[in-house]
């Protein structure tokens, strides 16, 4: 066999796009996701993307859980990271702070292209209610979670005429959606904001029964858009279109089952836009 066809015979087993013109490619890539677990249990659930990445593009993918959700951006920004898992607040964030371009979005099994906040308190004690939870401890996820404290807080401000620091009797960010669940679950956390797919997650883990199980739902949010994975825009066009494809094409079923996905479908900036109003609930504090 000559050279050249062995080549093309070993680029088809690996996966590889014939044809591609890979000008400007680097030698490695790295795939960054915002925190919603432990640093191990996302290493281990993202394994089998970061490989099909690897035989897809022919490159080495490196794979970094990040250690708030600020720090993806940042990462990005400062070209440490070239592919970014967020939610929609974050992604904005990153659109704007890193260039961040949406390529892919999730469709899950609950809600489609999108998803749910939650709030959420142990199934059997006191709190059944957002009026049982006045003065009671509320955990966020973190300041630039979507459904963990972006999405809650705009409900508390325009919908439920909650001012969070005033009205329950603490007010704290617990770092990831795991910790919020897994705190409420066992009776540490009083009440907290998370959403429908990380119960999905902890669930199929087997470190909850479910959410009928183990909570009480005293606030669910309209549907969000569904979570991105961006890149970086100034990657080379061919690498982000292949990367694109590369996503498009995954279907693991035991990572999708774990994460409560369906597949990936096509995504753009311009599915974000409408999500700016309510992105801009930042601060602990309702907006005067």
Not at 171 to 189: K, M, P, Q, S, Y
Not at 195 to 218: H, M, R, W
């Amino acid at each position: 066999m000559k050279i050249p066809a062995l080549i093309a015979s070993l680029a088809l087993g690996l996966g590889l796009a014939q044809g591609v013109d890979r000008t400007g490619w680097p030698r490695e890539i790295t795939f960054a996701t915002v925190p919603t677990e432990t640093n191990r249990d996302a290493t281990n659930r993202f394994k089998p993307l970061i490989e099909h990445l690897e035989r897809r593009l022919g490159i080495k993918v490196n794979f970094r859980n990040g250690a708030d959700y600020a720090a993806v951006t940042i990462a990005m920004q400062n070209k440490q990271v070239d592919i970014g898992y967020y939610g929609p607040g974050s992604y904005l964030d990153a659109e704007d702070q890193a260039g961040a371009e949406a390529i892919v979005k999730e469709d899950s099994v609950t809600g489609g292209v999108g998803y749910y906040s939650l709030i959420i308190s142990k199934k059997g004690g006191p709190i059944r209610s957002l009026a049982d939870a006045r003065g009671k401890a509320f955990a966020f996820v973190d300041p630039g979670s979507t459904s963990g404290f972006r999405v809650p807080m705009h409900a508390f401000c325009t919908k439920l005429n909650i001012e969070p620091s005033q009205y329950f009797g603490r007010v704290f960010f617990a770092g990831t959606h795991e910790n919020v669940i897994l705190g409420v679950a066992n009776g540490t956390i009083e009440v907290g904001a998370t959403f429908d797919l990380g119960i999905i997650s902890a669930t199929e883990k087997g470190a909850i029964k479910g959410l009928e199980q183990e909570f009480n739902v005293l606030y669910k949010s309209d549907l969000i858009p569904a979570s991105p994975i961006a890149v970086r825009k100034d990657l080379p066009a061919t690498l982000k279109s292949e990367i694109q494809k590369a996503l498009l094409a995954f279907d693991n079923k035991e990572f999708l089952e774990s994460t409560g996905l369906k597949r990936y479908v096509p995504a753009s900036p311009a599915d974000y836009v409408q999500f700016r109003q309510i992105n801009r609930f930042r601060q602990s504090t309702c907006p005067r």
